[in-house]
């Protein structure tokens, strides 16, 4: 897993850039948990998040944790519940 989590890093350190252009908002949905045996990884989904928090015109959402069904039906839960909301 190694490995897979120092793409998921690449992926989340270069996909700021682009998401900022085109007014993107990055989220992470599932559990976290996980995050604290790669720490690098943790914080560059954090620092993704925290860079695009602001942004409108979209939302790019990973669950990296989507081997479970609690953490699917958590997400799935999750986009029900917000997309029921007001905008």
């Excluded at 007014?23 to 998040?49: Q, R």
């Excluded at 925290?50 to 409108?56: H, L, V």
Aim: hydrophobic share 45%; glycine share 6%; charged share 20%.
């Amino acid at each position: 897993l190694n490995t897979l989590a120092l793409c998921y890093e690449i992926l989340f350190r270069m996909s700021v850039p682009i998401a900022q252009k085109h007014g993107i908002k990055i989220e992470h949905l599932g559990a976290v948990d996980w995050l604290a045996k790669y720490p690098t990884l943790k914080a560059a989904l954090s620092e993704a998040m925290a860079a695009t928090a602001g942004n409108t015109n979209g939302i790019l959402r990973f669950d990296l944790e989507y081997g479970g069904q609690e953490e699917i039906a958590d997400a799935v839960a999750e986009v029900i519940a917000e997309s029921d909301s007001p905008k």
